[in-house]
């Protein structure tokens, strides 16, 4: 498994010093900082800053869905060792849960850094579990959870706000009496003045993102975009496996019935199955074009074509076949009794692991609703499979984003087998679309135009 490594590169550096000249000078700041670049290990690193400099010990990280919140515990675990080398000191951090209440009588009295993360939603959500965030309780004094945490005066570290409605952002804030804000995005749709800015444009010109290219498939059916795909991801497997970088292509799917039949879903679903076909058949015939004694090829024909594709779904807890998420805003739903936390943790735990050249799956499929769980440094291909179109599933607010998050799940440099981040100029993130699609690259990386910042909303402050 290719082990954790934190470099220390100029930008975030940057960003952490104007996080700090911010917060001497006024409660809400805010920072703008591209996906794949840094921004949660600079909000983590601000809350020691804090700690060593002013000496704040609570802390809560407010995100909009269950997939942030997965990702953001596992850096606080992996960058552990790392943060206590830099601080001499470890933070303990908890995932909020309504049948752990008793981990915030720690959070309240303990000494040293106490960092509780947490969805919006499990605060203010009308669900007769999150309601007890509201109930007094005897274990605190006849206090409720809410009270416990605002009469810490916690500092509340908010990421991507523009998910949410600047109403519901405001109203979680007020719940938690914050003694400082930091609201954290790679967009933000209200006119805020980032103390730190660091767009998709910029963090190219930096070398911190991989290149971008939108491709077209030959033809508008989904088996054309599946074909190129694979051809895409060959071509630059071979130009990367000499520098030891793995090559991932994700493949996101609107129905779990592309990937596993319906009827008995241990049988592979008619997009499993072409693709499965499609490549044997590509893997053939560049085979063919190799040398005997080519390493790329030696690596290709040790891979089973059964092991070089895995998908990542919600799974029904009874019969462990993939099912469907049930769409809504701010993350997924239970579905059919399945809960996307199981899924969350697969994809999590597999992340390291699969950069790892000694590991045959190569091809992620998974569904459309979990983008936002995936961000991984070493995708250079992605699709979109769809039958219906994402405002249908999502609603029409996730539409003008939907691909500049798909993008943004692989935007970050690829690593090594060291674990190395590499940015290589010949080795874009390719983005595979039907015909009629593509259009510039640099709408993607300029989400004004999209997203729009809202002039009437100046600020998440009451």
């Not at 092991?307 to 990542?312: K, L, M």
Request: hydrophobic share 40%; glycine share 6%.
């Amino acid at each position: 498994m290719i082990p954790p490594v934190f470099p220390h590169p100029s930008h975030q550096e940057e960003a952490l010093e104007a996080l700090m000249a911010g917060a001497l000078s006024s409660h809400q700041i805010a920072l703008e900082m591209e996906r794949g670049t840094g921004s949660t290990y600079c909000a983590v690193r601000f809350i020691f800053e804090l700690h060593r400099r002013r000496g704040q010990n609570r802390f809560v990280f407010l995100v909009p869905s269950q997939e942030l919140k997965a990702r953001v515990l596992d850096l606080l675990e992996n960058a552990a060792d790392h943060l206590c080398a830099l601080y001499q000191r470890r933070a303990r951090f908890f995932g909020y849960d309504p049948r752990q209440l008793h981990r915030l009588r720690a959070f309240e009295l303990e000494g040293g850094i106490s960092l509780m993360v947490a969805t919006s939603g499990e605060l203010s959500s009308s669900r007769r579990d999150h309601r007890l965030f509201f109930q007094v309780q005897d274990r605190f004094q006849s206090r409720s959870p809410q009270e416990v945490i605002s009469s810490a005066r916690p500092v509340v570290l908010f990421m991507e706000p523009h998910q949410k409605s600047a109403g519901s952002v405001r109203a979680a804030l007020e719940l938690l009496q914050p003694s400082q804000v930091l609201l954290i995005s790679s967009i933000h749709r209200q006119a805020l003045r980032p103390v730190y800015r660091l767009d998709a444009r910029a963090a190219r010109e930096r070398e911190l993102l991989k290149p971008l290219e939108v491709v077209q498939a030959g033809e508008a059916c989904w088996t054309s975009r599946i074909s190129r795909v694979i051809e895409v991801h060959l071509r630059r497997e071979r130009a990367l496996f000499t520098r030891g970088i793995k090559v991932l292509s994700l493949i996101f799917l609107d129905d779990t019935e592309l990937y596993s039949d319906a009827r008995d879903p241990r049988e592979p679903g008619p997009g499993l199955a072409f693709f499965r076909k499609e490549y044997r058949r590509q893997r053939w015939r560049l085979l063919k074009s190799l040398a005997t004694n080519d390493p790329y090829g030696a690596y290709l024909r040790s891979l089973a074509t059964t092991d070089t594709a895995r998908g990542y779904f919600p799974r029904d807890p009874r019969t462990g076949f993939p099912v469907n998420p049930k769409p809504r805003r701010g993350g997924l739903s239970a579905a059919s009794g399945c809960t996307d936390i199981t899924v969350l943790e697969e994809i999590l735990r597999d992340r390291r692991r699969l950069c790892g050249l000694e590991e045959p799956e190569r091809f992620l499929f998974t569904h459309a609703s979990l983008r936002e769980g995936w961000e991984h440094p070493n995708v250079f291909v992605i699709a979109r499979i769809s039958r219906v179109s994402l405002a249908s599933r999502l609603g029409p607010d996730a539409a003008p984003l939907s691909r500049r998050d798909e993008a943004s799940c692989g935007w970050g440099l690829a690593l090594d087998q060291d674990g190395v981040p590499r940015f290589i100029a010949d080795a874009p993130l390719t983005l595979v679309v039907a015909p009629g699609q593509v259009g510039p690259v640099d709408p993607l990386l300029d989400p004004a135009g999209d997203s729009g910042t809202n002039p009437g909303e100046r600020s998440y402050q009451s």
